[in-house]
Nanobody
């Protein structure tokens, strides 16, 4: 069983930066594909970025060039560095994991954190 805890959310101005963190306990994340999803009020949960167990990364088109997902094996954590933030990035950001998976859909992820709020003011 993997336990995930997000942190680092907060309020930032448009154009600013923020890094959210996902600390995992239990098995090492090197055997897991991890991802960040986000959900804004009244909207469906949306894929943002994934760090495959193989080390490859993929991003939602609208965040490419602005967001970077990374993994720190020593800390068994996954991070999402968010730069050039826009008001439309405002959402609760969730960390998720699946064992050696390759899916970018939320339903395929078995483990979830409780989320961290990111608010971007205009």
């Amino acid at each position: 069983q993997v336990q995930l805890v997000e942190s680092g959310g907060g309020l930032v101005q448009a154009g600013g930066s923020l890094r959210v963190s996902c600390a995992a306990s239990g098995p090492t994340l090197t055997d897991y594909t991890t991802a960040w999803f986000r959900q804004a009020p009244g909207k469906e949960r949306e894929f943002v970025a994934t760090f495959l167990y193989s080390g490859k990364t993929y991003y939602l088109d609208s965040v490419k060039g602005r967001f970077t997902i990374s993994r720190d094996n020593a800390q068994n954590s996954v991070y999402l560095q968010m730069n050039s933030l826009k008001p439309e990035d405002t959402a609760v950001y969730y960390c998720a994991a699946q064992y050696k998976g390759i899916s970018d859909t939320a339903q395929q992820y078995d483990y979830w954190g409780r989320g961290t709020q990111v608010t971007v003011s205009s």
